[in-house]
């Protein structure tokens, strides 16, 4: 009967200290001693809509070979935060013809962008209803924003670049310099 209650002690007391160290209090003080205590909590700035596009300040964007659509980036709507946000203007006309204006913004630090307004003729914006955080992905639908993150905004392995040093990078390729 001694090596039952013995062979029963051996059993339960690893399940209840299992039980103990993966309980919601104990995870988040484990969790706690292995995150960044001087890291204050992200909190994105407050949104302010640039103007609309003026022609003369659209920089071609190159996007791929493949792509049947221009792309073009307002200089003057191109703005870094505190919040470590690019926030842009893109717009995107279609070869028959058609062109989406759009307010966007590229986090680097999470490799996410934000779709906040679309531009309607008229000079007004309307908030996007879908304003949610999504991730890069290197896609042919998507590929601007790959290219915008990768090559402008957030180079691998570079400090942020400054407000400028885009503009001149966007020009650059461009042949506008």
Known sequence: MASVRRRLCLGVLPALAAAFLCSPPALAQRSALFEDAGKPEWKEAELKLPPLPSEPDLIPLYVSPSATARFFIDAKSLSLADDGVVR????????????????????????????????????????????AWLRIEENAFNRQHAVLAKEYFCPPGMARPALAQIVDALRREAGLR
């Open 88 to 131: 842009y203007t893109l717009v995107v006309r279609g070869s028959g013809g058609a062109e989406n204006i759009s307010y966007e913004g590229i986090r680097c630090e999470t490799a996410e962008r934000r779709l906040y307004a679309f531009g309607r003729p008229g000079g007004e914006w309307v908030r996007s209803r879908n304003d």
